[in-house]
């Protein structure tokens, strides 16, 4: 189990999958200019679009990840702790 403390003051987040550790993994430079680009985008999306817009994400997320075990544990991960 990996737990991340983000300096940003984000809540801590557990995954149960050892995906934090593979060559593609993001520091956490990069993991604040992630959140701060999708803050943006679902600003930019409103509202009214924004599930629709976080929906597609996901999905566009899934095919680049090419692994639904992975996907599907991040899920589960995200859900935890809502």
């Given at each position: 189990?990996?737990?991340?403390?983000?300096?940003?003051?984000?809540?801590?987040?557990?995954?149960?999958?050892?995906?934090?550790?593979?060559?593609?993994?993001?520091?956490?430079?990069?993991l604040e200019n992630?959140?701060?680009?999708?803050?943006?985008?679902?600003?930019?999306?409103?509202?009214?679009?924004?599930?629709?817009?976080?929906?597609?994400?996901?999905?566009?997320?899934?095919?680049?990840?090419?692994?639904?075990?992975?996907?599907?544990?991040?899920?589960?991960?995200?859900?935890?702790?809502l």
């Amino acid at each position: 189990m990996v737990t991340i403390e983000c300096r940003a003051n984000w809540p801590k987040f557990e995954e149960s999958i050892d995906a934090m550790n593979t060559p593609h993994a993001l520091d956490i430079a990069g993991l604040e200019n992630v959140y701060d680009a999708l803050a943006q985008a679902i600003d930019q999306a409103g509202s009214e679009k924004s599930e629709l817009f976080l929906v597609k994400l996901a999905l566009l997320n899934a095919q680049a990840l090419g692994n639904p075990t992975v996907f599907n544990a991040n899920i589960d991960a995200a859900l935890r702790d809502l």
